[in-house]
């Protein structure tokens, strides 16, 4: 999971986007989930995201698998 202990994570920005508002539509109407993004004052473009007081363990049943094509093979991975 990308979060604020991770050391470098290089991704294109529409990569970025696209993942973390995938997540944010399946959590935004669970009130029991705390999902943050901030965004560039600027820019409007999305920044950090993270889970704000919600464990890895009460989201892993409301997401799907993370896909990812690389050189046209299809990785994915659990969550």
Same mark, same amino acid.
Do not use: H, Q, W
């Given at each position: 999971? %990308? +979060?604020?202990?991770? @050391?470098?994570?290089?991704?294109?920005? &529409?990569?970025?986007? /696209?993942? $973390? $508002? /995938?997540?944010? &539509?399946?959590?935004?109407?669970?009130?029991?989930?705390? *999902?943050?993004?901030? !965004?560039? /004052?600027? @820019?409007? +473009?999305?920044?950090?995201?993270? *889970?704000?007081?919600? !464990?890895?363990? +009460? %989201? @892993? +049943?409301?997401?799907?698998?993370? !896909? *990812?094509? *690389? /050189?046209?093979?299809?990785?994915?991975?659990?969550?």
């Amino acid at each position: 999971m %990308i +979060d604020s202990g991770t @050391t470098l994570v290089l991704l294109p920005y &529409k990569v970025y986007e /696209g993942l $973390m $508002m /995938g997540i944010a &539509k399946k959590v935004k109407k669970d009130p029991t989930v705390s *999902f943050v993004c901030t !965004r560039d /004052g600027k @820019t409007n +473009d999305l920044g950090a995201c993270y *889970f704000n007081n919600t !464990r890895c363990v +009460d %989201i @892993t +049943d409301k997401l799907e698998p993370m !896909r *990812f094509i *690389f /050189g046209g093979i299809v990785y994915e991975i659990k969550i």
